[in-house]
């Protein structure tokens, strides 16, 4: 999503572009990414599908030294995420905690240690990616400071693109253009921390130094519900205590605090002069269900509550706890998120992020468009839905979400024509369209039926009208205008 501001300053809407050195750095690492697959041929696959997750695992542990590589393969999606203790050299964390950071850029110099693990990730899902028999098409590689800020550098890209520019079908800049770059903030990262932190350390830290460190105010009984404040007060009779961690997401609540749901499996070994008149009530091995909520404090999240999903009665029997059915809690803890989800990328949307990328590189350094427009946003979609008629068959369509004022317009615009007639505002359009035309071109994508533009006004209505492909064909070829694309001849 683009957005200039009134004064021609860039501001980021939901994602901000990365400071220069920070991009800097990423243009180097899209390069190393091409550069390292040039030993890669058409070879037999040395990575079968099975295999790929542990083998980019492997391959960041015994050569390059980098623990804890997450991996998951979603449909055609390869998704790698790579926990930093650092990732920038500046220390932002009291500002994401207390939400006062607005614009992220021109704040962060990439950590340098951060910047080696991350171009070793990136050798090695190109060794990986290029020679499997599995047929991926896209690579996110998301790398995370999770001591910290909770802020995440995400790569996106096409893996033919790798494969072309390997071949020295497409230059490395146009290579580098094809590779969205990010920069977010991952709250998943922050919510779980104290939770994480919590039940890693609950075999080797006293009981007063834990509630210290992860919990807002002193544990009781009635704030962590009785199982888990015995859990805690047992820990000490147990040897070799610890939690795996089966399952954990999170979402927000109320008043910034937020519930991180945990499935663990707690496997111990009983002390020998631990007390004899206590007898648990489950085995080494058994597995618990939780629900922490979590606020922030002073700089970084701490536990207030704790729901426990089992307690145990007064026959020192383990029972399940019942919640009202009409919470529905595992229905919605399903649908809660991971700190490492992957989406099922499609090309029609990668295209649309591709070119949301693009277009505000191009828009955000021409000279006109800093001088004659007021307010900008632009944002591409892609988007299926279901043809009327034909429920087997998906309606495919690129959207163009937008406004605009320019500095000639005297009042804010109350019609579509009113807007796209405006001369500055179809400067605009003519350049994104010709970008939109090219990159789909060059993509060989024609899956799509029609591209709708949204006007979207700040404060009220708004309209819309589409263009057939057969008519963006025409413009593409040079046969027809802007202004007869945008239905604006007489």
């Not at 340098?112 to 290029?130: G, H, K, W, Y």
């Not at 631990?274 to 909520?293: D, H, W």
């Not at 025409?474 to 945008?486: A, E, P, T, V």
């Amino acid at each position: 999503m683009f957005h200039l501001g009134s004064k021609g300053t860039r501001q980021p809407l939901r994602i901000s572009p990365v400071s220069c050195k920070t991009f800097s750095h990423l243009v180097m690492l899209c390069s190393l990414l091409a550069v390292s697959s040039l030993g890669t041929g058409c070879q037999k696959a040395s990575y079968p599908e099975e295999k790929i997750v542990s083998s980019i695992q492997e391959i960041c542990r015994k050569e390059y030294g980098v623990e804890h590589v997450e991996v998951k393969i979603v449909g055609k999606t390869l998704g790698v995420f790579l926990p930093l203790k650092k990732l920038f050299m500046m220390d932002v964390r009291h500002l994401v905690i207390s939400g006062q950071l607005d614009n992220l850029e021109s704040l962060f110099e990439p950590d340098p240690t951060a910047m080696d693990q991350l171009e070793n990730v990136l050798f090695a899902i190109s060794r990986v990616m290029l020679s499997t028999d599995k047929g991926l098409l896209f690579y996110v590689l998301r790398a995370a400071d999770v001591q910290e800020t909770g802020l995440e550098l995400v790569l996106t890209g096409y893996i033919p693109d790798v494969s072309r520019v390997r071949l020295w079908d497409i230059p490395r800049s146009e290579y580098r253009k094809r590779v969205i770059h990010e920069l977010k903030l991952n709250q998943a990262i922050l919510w779980e921390r104290p939770v994480r932190n919590l039940l890693q350390n609950m075999g080797t830290v006293d009981r007063g130094e834990l509630a210290n460190r992860y919990f807002l105010v002193q544990p009781t009984r009635e704030t962590v519900s009785p199982f888990f404040y015995d859990e805690m007060t047992s820990a000490k009779e147990k040897e070799n205590l610890q939690y795996d961690l089966l399952s954990i997401k999170s979402h927000p609540y109320t008043d910034l605090k937020a519930l991180v749901y945990v499935k663990v499996r707690e496997t111990y070994r009983r002390k020998r002069d631990a007390s004899l008149q206590r007898t648990y009530p489950y085995s080494s091995g058994s597995e618990f269900e939780y629900i922490f909520v979590v606020e922030p404090a002073e700089k970084e999240f701490k536990i207030v509550q704790v729901i426990s999903f089992q307690y145990v009665d007064e026959m020192n029997l383990l029972r399940k706890t019942d919640f009202p059915k009409e919470l529905k809690m595992d229905e919605r803890v399903d649908l809660w998120s991971e700190r490492f989800d992957v989406e099922d990328l499609t090309l029609g949307v990668f295209l649309a992020r591709q070119l949301n990328r693009r277009v505000q590189a191009e828009l955000v350094v021409d000279e006109r468009v800093r001088l004659t427009i007021k307010h900008a946003r632009i944002n591409f979609q892609f988007g299926e839905s279901e043809m009327e008629g034909s429920p087997d068959r998906q309606h495919q369509s690129f959207e163009i979400h937008f406004d605009f004022v320019s500095k000639d317009m005297k009042r804010p615009p109350r019609a579509l024509k009113d807007v796209l007639g405006d001369e500055d505002v179809l400067y605009i359009f003519e350049l994104l369209m010709k970008e939109f035309v090219t990159v789909l071109r060059s993509y060989q994508f024609s899956d799509f039926e029609d591209l709708s533009l949204q006007w979207e006004p700040e404060g009220y209505g708004g309209a819309q009208d589409v263009i057939d492909k057969d008519h963006i064909e025409l413009f593409r070829q040079g046969k027809i205008g802007i202004r007869d694309l945008l239905h604006l001849s007489p």
